[in-house]
C-alpha cells in the first residue's frame, strides 16, 4: 500500500522525506479530519489495530504535522465528550 519515501515541498521550499509510517499518519490524520470519524472506524478503514492508529494520530503525528495534530485532536476530544 505504501512506498518507501516520498518526497514533499513544504512552504520553506525544501524537500522532506517522508517515511512509511510518517505517511501512514498523515494519511489517517487526514482521513479523520475528511470525515471526522473516530479511531474505530479510521482503523477499520486503515486496517491497523485501534492502539496502533491512537499511537500514530496522538504521539507521532505532533512531531510530524502539528497543524494536523491539533485538528485531530480536537476531533477526539469532541469524540470523548460527547460519550459522557
Known amino acids: 500500500m505504501y512506498e518507501d519515501y516520498w518526497y514533499t515541498h513544504d512552504e520553506n521550499s ?5 517515511t512509511e509510517i510518517e505517511q501512514r499518519c498523515i494519511d489517517e490524520a487526514q482521513w479523520i479530519i475528511d470525515n471526522k ?12 489495530s485501534k492502539s496502533q492508529l491512537h499511537r500514530d494520530v496522538t504521539e507521532r503525528l505532533k512531531s510530524i504535522n502539528d497543524d494536523l495534530f491539533v485538528q485531530v485532536r480536537t476531533i477526539l476530544r469532541k469524540h470523548k465528550r460527547s460519550r459522557w
Open 14 to 18: 525544501e524537500y522532506r522525506i517522508y
Open 37 to 48: 470519524c473516530s479511531i474505530r472506524q479510521c482503523a477499520k478503514e486503515f486496517m491497523v
